[in-house]
């Protein structure tokens, strides 16, 4: 996740992070815009945004390099985004920055089928149409069934299937579209 994003979510404007930070306003702007790469930078620097942002390192440290994390990581990402920005700054935030766009051109087609689901979820959940932008990617799906990592967890602790059966009876159909099994996006800590 890029560094503007964290201050969006957090309300932040790079003036308060420089000042809770410690590090000169000038380096905060120049890595906000991308002028310095936040993978350039000593890792004091990082430290400091980091804890002035209260992320972890690598969590900055992702957005200027071609980092992939877990999917569970994204997952959780996204929807501590959605927690902390609201419904409709999440989607405004998305659609302008063409997220979901993106992630499909790093061939990150799982993420990027993710986001465009939860994207017409809270699309309708909101009553709001939705995008025409992503029609070509609809249709598509992950070859086999996703589960959350905890769902696999669960089949192996009882030795059965029934949590799979179970979540993918309880499946949001926007998640299931693209055989990604995801019930609850609202529970997060």
């Known amino acids: 996740m890029c560094i503007n994003t964290i201050l969006k979510s957090k309300n932040m404007t790079k003036y308060k992070l420089a000042k809770k930070s410690g590090v000169p306003h000038t380096t905060v702007l120049d890595i906000c815009s991308g002028k310095t790469k936040l993978n350039k930078c000593?890792?004091?620097?990082?430290?400091?945004?980091?804890?002035?942002?209260?992320?972890?390192?690598?969590?900055?440290?992702?957005?200027?390099?071609?980092?992939?994390?877990s999917f569970e990581y994204f997952k959780s990402t996204i929807c501590h985004m959605i927690k902390d920005m609201g419904d409709l700054d999440f989607l405004i935030y998305i659609l302008e920055n063409d997220e979901v766009r993106k992630l499909y051109n790093k061939q990150w087609y799982l993420e990027s089928l993710y986001l465009l689901a939860m994207v017409d979820y809270l699309s309708k959940e909101n009553n709001l149409p939705l995008c025409a932008e992503f029609n070509d990617m609809r249709n598509m799906r992950m070859q086999s069934l996703v589960y959350p990592l905890g769902i696999h967890t669960r089949c192996i602790a009882?030795?059965?299937?029934?949590?799979?059966?179970?979540?993918?009876?309880?499946?949001?159909?926007?998640?299931?579209?693209?055989?990604?099994i995801e019930s609850e996006i609202r529970n997060v800590c």
Do not use: C, W
């Open 158 to 180: 009882s030795g059965s299937e029934q949590p799979q059966k179970d979540s993918l009876h309880d499946a949001l159909p926007e998640f299931l579209r693209h055989n990604i």
């Open 42 to 69: 000593t890792a004091e620097t990082v430290y400091k945004l980091a804890k002035a942002l209260d992320v972890q390192m690598d969590t900055l440290i992702a957005g200027s390099v071609d980092y992939r994390p």
